[in-house]
């Protein structure tokens, strides 16, 4: 499709699924205000079993204009490897703060010998999303409040998580990868290089691929406090399982004082 028939498709697709869709009540949320990451930078160091591995950020790079709407810029990068293998993922994840759902989201990965692009626009009041592949545009409808593989790391910090519980949510982005299910497995003490933290343990598990693909067995460890970081990713990659600890946490405030 070229992107002046795709402009068309657009304005054809939106009109068809706003007329039928209906948004969901929103998901109970706790009191957490998205503009407060705003400047937080998590860093992670990488190992593969007790082997060093590189390491990975994640952090909020400000505050863009998106579809004329205010959108956290999300950034999560995991640079690592050895001799035998390189890895360089990159995510990027735009998230309106009107109502917390996707609105661009951008993939650049490499791996080992493979490198793949994708670039998403999503329209959540129009019910579609724009895949962006080199001179081509393809339509796709998009599901009520839609979120990205990215944007995740931050809406599990927003709901409330109790340990035992399992819960799905239809907001992925790419409907027939639906529910995103998080089971909170319970509670679990972590000793990392930026300190000890109480955590919860969550398995995500997205259909598909990307970082929680179910073949990947991730998990993620959540501070059991109101601040709700991520302390710890693990997941499953091509050779195998690799863990990414907390090392440092970087503010808004340190980064305008770097003394501090």
Known sequence: MTRAAGSVALL????????????????????????SWVGEHLHYDAKFGLIPLGGADL??????????????????????????????????????????????????????????????????????????????????????????????????????????????????????????ILEVEGRDTLDVPAGRFDCLVVRPIIKGGGIFKEGADGRLWISNDERRLVVQIKSRFVFGAITFRLSKITTAADEADPEK
Not at 18 to 32: H, I
Not at 132 to 139: G, I, L
């Open 59 to 180: 952090l909020v790079a400000g505050i863009d204009t998106i579809q004329d709407t205010a959108a956290l810029h999300i950034r999560f990068i995991i640079d690592g490897g050895n001799f035998l293998y390189q890895l360089h993922n990159e995510w990027d994840s735009w998230i309106a703060l009107s109502d917390f759902t996707s609105r661009r989201f951008i993939q650049d990965h490499n791996e080992g010998s493979h490198h793949y692009h994708n670039a998403y626009d999503i329209y959540p009041d129009s019910g579609f999303y724009v895949r962006h592949f080199e001179d081509a545009d393809s339509v796709f409808p998009t599901s009520p409040q839609p979120l990205d593989d990215a944007a995740f790391f931050y809406f599990v910090r927003t709901v409330p998580l109790e340990p035992g519980q399992r819960y799905a949510y239809n907001r992925y982005f790419k409907p027939d990868r639906n529910p995103v």
């Open 12 to 35: 054809l697709l939106g009109a068809a699924v706003a007329a039928g869709a209906q948004s969901p009540p929103r998901d109970s949320a706790t009191t957490v205000d998205p503009r």
